[in-house]
């Protein structure tokens, strides 16, 4: 009997000594994977900083709009142009921010862009909270890894002081 418990003991030994190496395996993988998730958090992190910097200091007004017209991301020179921060003008909708024909205006746009898969390019005016302004503005697909699009990316430029110089010119040139 005594021998009969001692090959169980060893037997008991051998199987906590396989378990303990492939505990060990685990922490040991565990560990590699939370490092390799942690470099990628942090690569992202860093590619995300540099893109926020890139729309917040761009002379542009750059806006991210779902295909409903929503407001996805907006930079501080987008979100100024109505008087307010980013943070308030996220999860908006084109018609809460303008007149019902220039939303409508904007929302065939974004169905052009939707279903043509083209970018549009206009100069139009635009009657913003803070003044009326003349915009150059490009808005284009953004598309997921299938193809598919899933926003509309847009960039405009105020104008208005080029679109005033173009007509004082006009002016200028009819009088003589």
Known sequence: YR???MNDQSKTKQVLIQVLASLKQTIAYLARTD???????DAL???EERYRILAENSPSMIFLLDTQ???????EKSAAKF???PDAMTGRNVRDLFSEPIAERHMQA???VIRDGEMIHSELSE??????RWIDARIAPVRDKNG???AVLGISHDITERKLAEEVIRESESKF
Do not use: M, Y
Request: aromatic fraction near 2%.
């Open 148 to 150: 598919a699009i899933i």
């Open 35 to 41: 490092s390799d998730r942690k470099r990628v958090e």
């Open 69 to 75: 017209g929503n407001i996805l991301i907006v930079n």
């Open 110 to 112: 974004i169905k052009k």
């Open 3 to 5: 021998e009969q418990q």
């Open 127 to 132: 009657p913003f909270p803070t003044g009326e």
């Open 45 to 47: 992190s860093v590619s």
């Open 83 to 85: 008087g307010v921060k």
